[in-house]
T-cell receptor, first 115, second 118 residues
Framework: NAGVTQTPKFQVLKTGQSMTLQCAQD?????MSWYRQDPGMGLRLIHY???????DQGEVPNGYNVSRSTTEDFPLRLLSAAPSQTSVYFC??????????????FGEGSWLTVV | AQTVTQSQPEMSVQEAETVTLSCTYD???????LFWYKQPPSRQMILVIR??????QNATENRFSVNFQKAAKSFSLKISDSQLGDTAMYFC???????????????FGTGTRLTIIP
């Protein structure tokens, strides 16, 4: 099982450049989300989606855009990269099971450096 | 707003000993889940254990167990017979449901760096 797949794993950007972090899951999960992890901090929610065509902002959405055209994919776009966006980014997907509760799956992370 | 607090930035313990990691949280929701995640140097997020708030019984997974005190909003992780492979960052996380939108909100603590000493 592929689970949650993030690409690229590593990326170096120059200030002002744009790029897209890709996230795909093959588990038919409704919920997908993006987090960033900075040194000394836990994961903070950037954007999330409850299904195709529906997205909303999380705790730290500024500088990022998302879209959800299919159940499987949830790309994160950096519009004009800034050094403050240097971080490790995690994509996650989850489903809610009536018997076992909520299970969250994380991708392996994407390390982004903005110079 | 919901918060998760881990007051121990770093801990270390001798191999085979028992260690307890602390976590407190705050939420106004009645329906929620609590998690402990392990993050080794590879940065992969690995689920250690999960607790449903409506369950009074503390969750257990092999050497890992929790002490869930709902009234005190406390959720500590106990690792018994600690092993070198337990060395990692450990994050406590709180999951609530935004009922009017149907989505969950997952909030993490700042983590505890645990080192197991040979």
């Amino acid at each position: 099982n592929a689970g949650v797949t993030q690409t690229p794993k590593f990326q170096v950007l120059k200030t002002g450049q744009s790029m897209t972090l890709q996230c795909a899951q093959d588990m038919n999960h409704e919920y997908m989300s993006w987090y960033r992890q900075d040194p000394g901090m836990g994961l903070r929610l950037i954007h999330y989606s409850v299904g195709a065509g529906i997205t909303d902002q999380g705790e730290v959405p500024n500088g990022y855009n998302v879209s959800r055209s299919t159940t499987e994919d949830f790309p994160l776009r950096l519009l004009s990269a800034a050094p403050s966006q240097t971080s490790v980014y995690f994509c996650a997907s989850s489903y809610r099971d009536g018997t076992t509760g909520n299970t969250i799956y994380f991708g392996e992370g994407s390390w982004l450096t903005v110079v | 707003a919901q918060t998760v607090t881990q007051s121990q930035p770093e801990m270390s313990v001798q191999e085979a000993e028992t260690v307890t990691l602390s976590c407190t949280y705050d939420t106004s929701e009645n329906n929620y889940y609590l998690f402990w995640y392990k993050q080794p140097p590879s940065r992969q997020m690995i689920l250690v254990i999960r607790q449903e708030a409506y369950k009074q019984q503390n969750a257990t997974e092999n050497r890992f167990s929790v002490n869930f005190q709902k009234a005190a909003k406390s959720f500590s992780l106990k690792i018994s017979d600690s092993q070198l492979g337990d060395t990692a960052m450990y994050f406590c996380a709180l999951l609530t449901y935004i009922t009017n939108f149907g989505n969950e909100k997952l909030t993490f603590g700042t983590g505890t760096r645990l080192t197991i000493i040979p």
